[in-house]
């Protein structure tokens, strides 16, 4: 089965320190979106890519995240220097759009604790 | 950011009975989705609509793209068990870039 494949699932840090984690979208897809999932907040989206390029990350911190899709494989979104209300579960997902069909496949997550 | 309003945030019920749940938004949407999302796990998609007045089952669920496109709904008939988890609805614009806008969840609890 094709699937959305993120990296780590868990990651227990302390503030101030640099996360990266990874996402490999599902082979073939054109986009790939970020999320964050929070009791309070819900899901809220941070950042989304077209063909590798950003189209809107108007919901990410700036000061601190960042966003980037190095090659059409990799997705990575940083956190520098994290913050304990960074505390939350991160997805990555990929679709196909431009068809008239849009639809998200989410990965497993990645569950982040800043302490 | 906007969200979908979902309602019920949430529901207990007992095996074997029907489940309704909804979203609604003020503006239009091209397409709704919905998903479940089981613990430690994320959404995994149910159903996708994609016309006004759309009506799509897959298995024991039924969804419908509202006719004026401002909501949607989620059945689950003969509710077993495994069907416990949070399940959110989503909406996408047009030229959105395939972006969804999630509602806030609905957690369904079954009862053996």
């Known amino acids: 089965d094709a699937r959305v494949t993120q990296t780590p699932r868990h990651k227990v840090t302390e503030m101030g320190q640099e996360v990266t984690m990874r996402c490999q979208p599902i082979l073939g897809h054109n986009t790939v979106f970020w999320y964050r999932q929070t009791m309070m907040q819900g899901l809220e989206l941070l950042a989304y890519f077209r063909n590798r390029a950003p189209l809107d990350d108007s919901g990410m911190p700036k000061d601190r995240f960042s966003a980037e899709m190095p090659d059409a494989t990799l997705a990575t979104l940083k956190i520098q220097p994290s913050e304990p209300r960074d505390s939350a579960v991160y997805f990555c997902?990929?679709?196909?759009?431009?068809?008239?069909?849009?639809?998200?496949?989410f990965g497993s997550g990645t569950q982040l604790s800043v302490l | 950011g906007q969200q979908l309003n979902q309602s019920p945030q949430s529901m207990f019920i007992q095996e074997g009975e029907d489940v309704s749940m909804n979203c609604t938004s003020s503006?239009?949407?091209?397409?709704w989705l919905w998903y479940k999302q089981d613990p430690g796990e994320g959404p995994v998609l149910l159903i996708a609509?994609?016309?006004?007045?759309e009506l799509t089952s897959n298995g024991r669920l039924t969804a419908q793209f509202g006719i004026t496109r401002k909501d949607s709904f989620l059945n689950i008939s003969a509710s077993i068990p495994s069907d416990v988890g949070i399940y959110f609805c989503a909406g996408v614009r047009r030229n959105q870039g395939g972006k969804l806008i999630f509602g806030q969840g609905t957690e369904l609890s079954v009862k053996p």
């Open positions: 503006s239009i949407f091209n397409t």
């Open positions: 997902a990929s679709g196909l759009e431009g068809q008239g069909n849009e639809k998200l496949f």
């Open positions: 609509l994609y016309k006004a007045g």
